[in-house]
């Protein structure tokens, strides 16, 4: 049974850090792509950064860039987002989602949701105060 479990999140001031963490299982992690995807209330569903199924490449979000580095340990079955700078904007709940597709597709493909499988977390919320 494939579990995507986040961890991490919080309420901070802005320009303050979290790091989320997502713990997978039921699955081989090093075969998937991995990303971080945020949702507030009343918005849509914002793909906010992706990474290759090794760890040598990564996406982001023009929002975050600069700012959140997505990375993973295959070792552990983790994937993280260090999240720096954080915004008022950046308030929401924060989900991970794992897909079966090859490095050279993640990017685009996972960001669009182009993927005939995908696994979600519940997801962990992050609220940044002015």
């Known amino acids: 049974q494939v579990q995507l479990v986040e961890s991490g999140g919080g309420s901070v001031q802005a320009g303050g850090s979290l790091r989320l963490s997502c713990a997978a299982s039921g699955y081989t992690f090093s075969d998937y792509c991995m990303g971080w995807f945020r949702q507030a209330p009343g918005k849509e569903r914002e793909g906010v950064a992706r990474i290759s199924n090794g760890g040598a490449r990564t996406w982001y979000a023009d929002s975050v860039k600069g700012r959140f580095t997505i990375s993973r340990d295959n070792a552990k079955n983790t994937l993280y987002l260090q999240m720096n700078g954080l915004k008022p904007e950046d308030t929401a709940m924060y989900y991970c989602?794992?897909?079966?597709?090859?490095?050279?597709?993640?990017?685009?493909?996972?960001?669009?949701?182009?993927?005939?499988?995908?696994?979600w977390g519940q997801g962990t919320q992050v609220t940044v105060s002015s």
């Open positions: 989602a794992a897909a079966p597709l090859t490095s050279s597709t993640c990017g685009v493909r996972l960001s669009q949701l182009l993927t005939p499988l995908i696994f």
